[in-house]
């Protein structure tokens, strides 16, 4: 379908543009001009971390178009920490501040680890995309008696008026930037479904959004 063949058009072009800059930041580092532990080091981290989320994102949504999902209990709190490694890159390299809020490992869901640790890196993803350089972003756990939430709170300045339905329309996106694809807002809440739980967002006017992923907890 023309859908199909444009999310892979993009899904490649991400792709190299990724490689083409890990590569050159590696050039760099082995010619000795540079120190690996430098700015261009973080570079090549960047781009290898964003590669493997690239990746994680693929398969995840492969299997969602498959009808493949691997149900297993899964700890929200292991889930946060997994997320927080890549974060932390990203946030330092945007210049942004990252706070996380965590609930205790016997927290559980259940769902597919791969898709739901992929759907928080997209949320992350495009919480720092759109954050201010110097602003905040935080990913929190919070859970009650029956339910998991995950709020990813992003400083983007908020969102036009009537336009957070079309927030998870495959390639819709906030801004002119199409880096990112703007698939993933769709998968996150593909993901969400997947593990009988939703995806909302709210607005905060002037100042940003909170995306919640909600999912029923396991007792």
Known sequence: TDLGTERLGILAHEQRNLLTTAMLAR???KSGRVPAAGSTGMVLDRC????????DRSLAEVRLSAGINRVERISIGELIEESEISGNLQAEVRGIHFAITSVDRTVT???????????????????????????????TARATTDRVFVDIEDECGGLPPGKSEELFRPFEQRGGNRSGVGLGLSLCLEAARSSAGDLHV??????????????????
């Open 27 to 29: 050039t760099s580092i």
């Open 48 to 55: 290898l971390v964003g590669l493997r989320d690239l990746l």
């Open 109 to 139: 869901v259940e769902g597919d680890r791969q898709i739901l640790a992929a759907a928080i890196t997209n949320l992350l993803q495009n919480a720092f995309k759109f954050t201010r350089e110097g602003s905040l972003v935080s990913l």
């Open 202 to 219: 709210r607005d905060l006017p002037g100042k940003g959004c909170v995306f919640t992923l909600d999912l029923p907890r396991i007792a």
